[in-house]
């Protein structure tokens, strides 16, 4: 089993910066892509980044240029750097993480999620 637990979340004003980190534990060796995705209330979740394993990351539209992805490969661990935080990116983060079936496909793991809120 692989568990994902995200931290990091809180309050922030306007203009300023969190960092959200993503821990996978158990069976985590196996994990090929991370990505972030978001979720406002009454709202379906999106896509906020993607950190694919050995390739560049790729962001949002809407974050591009405010929000940078990583990972450490050794702690298992995929970080989100937020700058410049607007009221519209209150939301609970989540992480995902996708492994192989085995039969040629993959399936998506999802932490719990962390809230975001973004206000003055």
């Known amino acids: 089993q692989v568990q994902l637990v995200e931290s990091g979340g809180g309050l922030v004003r306007p203009g300023g910066s969190l960092t959200l980190s993503c821990v996978a534990s158990?069976?985590?060796?196996?994990?090929?892509?991370m990505g972030w995705y978001r979720q406002a209330p009454e709202k379906q979740r999106e896509w906020v980044a993607s950190a694919p394993y050995g390739s560049s990351p790729n962001y949002a539209d809407s974050v591009k240029g405010r929000f940078t992805i990583s990972r450490d490969n050794a702690k298992n661990t995929m970080y989100l750097q937020m700058n410049s935080l607007k009221p519209e990116d209150t939301a609970v983060y989540y992480c995902?993480?996708?492994?192989?079936?085995?039969?040629?496909?993959?399936?998506?793991?999802w932490g719990q999620g962390t809230q975001v809120t973004v206000s003055s």
């Open positions: 995902a993480a996708d492994r192989p079936t085995g039969w040629g496909s993959v399936v998506t793991i």
């Open positions: 158990g069976s985590a060796s196996d994990i090929r892509a």
